[in-house]
């Protein structure tokens, strides 16, 4: 999620209302809307409509960001239009990177390529990288959008369990 992503609303009137920006810093939404549009959030389950920020939680994640900056590496964030920086807790300290890459975890389960989005009690999560009606059937994944195919195998069972970076291209390229 890129930061200052915004969620939007667009009432009857036609206005467009920004209810909350990611701030990816902390990992959570900030509510903008103001008092007037407060019976906007009113009808979402879970969330009180006076909440200010709600986080998003550190649920497992299948891919992270990562960046090169003064020779370290860091985790990264989508800071759009101006590219990838480091994540900080403040603007200032969010200096670009010099390469940026995503970061995930791929393995091979029944021969068929997966990324591993989890790992819980020696399952693992996969997503079907190529899904084909033959992967599909040697492994039992179930659909869960269109074209994403998922399934839980054992731990001991994937071969060529790895994490690898797929670099993004540099801005001067």
């Known amino acids: 999620m890129p930061a200052n992503a915004t969620l939007l609303a667009y009432p009857s009137d036609g ?12 990992r959570g939404w900030l509510r903008l809307a103001g008092p007037q ?4 959030l009113a009808a979402v389950p879970g969330l009180s409509a006076d909440q200010e920020y709600v986080p998003t939680g550190e649920a497992p994640r299948s891919t992270q960001l990562v960046g090169a900056y003064a020779g370290g590496e860091y985790e ?6 101006g590219g990838f920086r480091v ?19 791929t393995a ?15 399952w ?7 899904p084909d009606p033959d992967a599909v059937t040697t492994t039992g994944a179930q659909c ?10 054992p731990g001991g ?13 540099r801005r001067d390229e």
């Open 15 to 26: 206005v467009e209302v920004v209810l909350y920006t990611y701030q990816a810093e902390q």
């Open 37 to 40: 549009w407060r019976h906007l």
């Open 87 to 105: 994540l900080a807790m403040t603007r200032a300290a969010r200096y670009p990177v010099e390469v940026a890459a995503r970061r995930l975890r």
């Open 157 to 169: 069972e994937l071969t060529d369990d790895r994490v690898v970076d797929l670099p993004y291209p």
């Open 144 to 153: 869960h959008e269109r074209g994403v195919y998922e399934v839980w195998a």
């Open 108 to 122: 091979t389960w029944r021969g068929v390529p997966c990324l591993v989005l989890r790992e819980e009690g020696g």
């Open 124 to 130: 693992l999560r996969l997503r079907l990288r190529r």
């Open 76 to 81: 990264a964030v989508a800071d759009q239009p």
